[in-house]
């Protein structure tokens, strides 16, 4: 381990199939206006919504429903939903999905009461809060981003083609997050899926940086080997409690800071992907999954050492009579069929990627500097480029 940190995370975790219970004890610590956040309406098909709301009902809660929140959420949905928890005067903002209506209602929390536009502050200038915060808990119906334990928030711009993400302060992280791994048996599997490779991208992204032996890397083997399981069981058998409540919680541990800690991290598949996102709205973490092999194909000389280990102790490939390169690639042929396998999108013309536009993914593209080697703008459309070709 290289970097001094302090490591603590505000958010209480009620986790299983008896979660929602809690629900009822964490609401005595606010006051009575909700602000009930959702997204295009599968909490109202699948009888979460119903059971929400009885809960509410019976504590005595002034409810104020802001749905529509759709997933990648937009700048403009943020400016609206602003309006409504200043209008309702929100003492918590209770938000019911994934990670969009998550990620969404700590962009209204820290934005609401701010004199500024948020977008500009947040999202470009990248400032703190520096206003009051409406705090955020969460009832999580899908498995993937770990926005659930954290301060992240993406917001897309259309407008200025511009899918950006703002690490928000322990003051914004949700107070409190409800975990049912039922709750997650609806997603489409498209959805899940992609949650899933959104979770194995968080934690390559934070373990293919370094040289140091770190702790944390090992625990992210450890994790990656848990994730590919579980994620094989539930892709033959969705239902599968089991599997579906491992890759929750992993998809927690993956972004909540835990793994982050003493170690540099990359981020670079994510600003990729997000460029992707900007442009085409496509789903998150298949934007993800089309740029990975190809990015990290480029990256691979630059740390050798680190895509051996990872095959060999991912992928358990067999490191005899053969060269570090040789290993390295191997592992990757491995996650290459394993995504194949489970199902992930590997062509990123399926998202809506084509020649005309790759100048301006490359302009969306923000780059960022603690992977094994800064890319370049001719990288970024080689990158993008061999997308098209997986
Ligand atoms: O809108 P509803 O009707 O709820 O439907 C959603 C949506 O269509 C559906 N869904 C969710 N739970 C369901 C369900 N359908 C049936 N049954 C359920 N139980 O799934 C669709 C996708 O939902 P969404 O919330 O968009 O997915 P996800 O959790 O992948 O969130 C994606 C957003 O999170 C951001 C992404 O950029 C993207 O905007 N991220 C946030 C991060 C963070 N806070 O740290 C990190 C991530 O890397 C990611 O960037
Ligand atoms: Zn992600």
Redesign the pocket.
């Known amino acids: 381990m290289l970097g001094d940190f302090a490591y603590s995370n505000p958010t209480r975790i009620h986790f299983g199939e008896h979660s929602m219970d809690s629900l009822r004890r964490e609401l005595e610590g606010y006051g009575p206006n909700i602000l009930l956040v ?6 109202k098909r ?1 009888g979460i919504y119903e059971q929400v709301i009885a809960i509410l009902k019976e504590c005595g809660k002034k409810v104020t429903e802001l749905s529509g ?5 937009t700048v403009e949905k943020l400016y609206e939903g602003c309006k409504v928890a200043r209008e309702c005067q929100a003492d918590l903002i209770l938000t019911v ?7 969404y209602s700590k962009a209204v929390s820290a934005s609401a009461y701010c004199e500024e536009d948020p977008w500009d502050k947040y999202f470009l200038r990248m400032e703190d809060v520096s206003n009051k915060i409406i705090p955020v808990g969460c009832i999580l ?2 498995a ?4 659930e334990m ?1 301060g ?3 917001i ?1 711009n259309h407008s200025s083609k511009l ?1 950006l ?1 703002h690490i928000f302060g322990d003051n914004v992280f949700p107070k409190f997050s409800i975990l049912n791994p039922r ?2 048996m ?3 599997f498209y ?1 899940m899926v ?2 899933c490779f ?1 979770i194995m991208s ?1 934690i390559l992204e934070q373990y293919f940086s370094g040289e140091d032996d770190s702790a944390s890397d090992y625990i992210m083997e450890g994790m990656l080997r848990s994730l590919i399981n579980s994620t094989r069981v539930a892709v033959e058998d969705p239902q599968n409690y089991e599997a579906r409540s491992n890759i929750m919680w992993l998809a927690t541990w993956a ?1 909540n800071t835990f793994v982050a800690k003493g170690k540099t991290t990359d981020w670079m598949v ?1 600003m990729l992907g ?1 460029a992707i ?1 900007a442009h085409t709205d496509a789903t ?2 298949m934007t993800l999954a089309a740029v990975s092999l190809p990015y990290y194909r480029l990256i691979m000389p630059y740390g050798l050492a680190k895509f051996k280990k990872y095959a060999i102790s991912v992928w358990d490939v067999r490191p005899e009579g053969k060269s570090d390169a040789e290993i390295a690639e191997e592992g990757l042929k491995c996650m290459e069929a394993y995504m194949k396998e489970i199902g992930v999108v590997l062509d990123s013309r399926e998202l809506g990627v084509n020649e005309d536009i790759l100048e301006g993914l490359a302009e969306s593209t923000v780059i960022l500097k603690g992977g094994y080697k800064v890319l370049t703008h001719d990288d970024i459309i080689r990158v993008f480029r061999e997308s098209m070709r997986s």
Do not use: A, E, R, W
């Not at 959702?38 to 909490?43: D, H, L, P, Q, R």
């Not at 929140?69 to 959420?73: K, L, Q, S």
């Not at 993937?144 to 926005?147: A, L, P, R």
């Open positions: 959702y997204g295009g309406g599968s909490i699948n929140v759709m997933p990648n959420p999905g994934g990670g969009s209506c998550c990620d119906t899908m993937g981003t770990g926005s954290n992240g928030s993406v897309t899918k993400g709750f997650t609806t997603v489409p959805q992609s949650g959104d968080h972004l994510h997000q996102g998150h973490g």
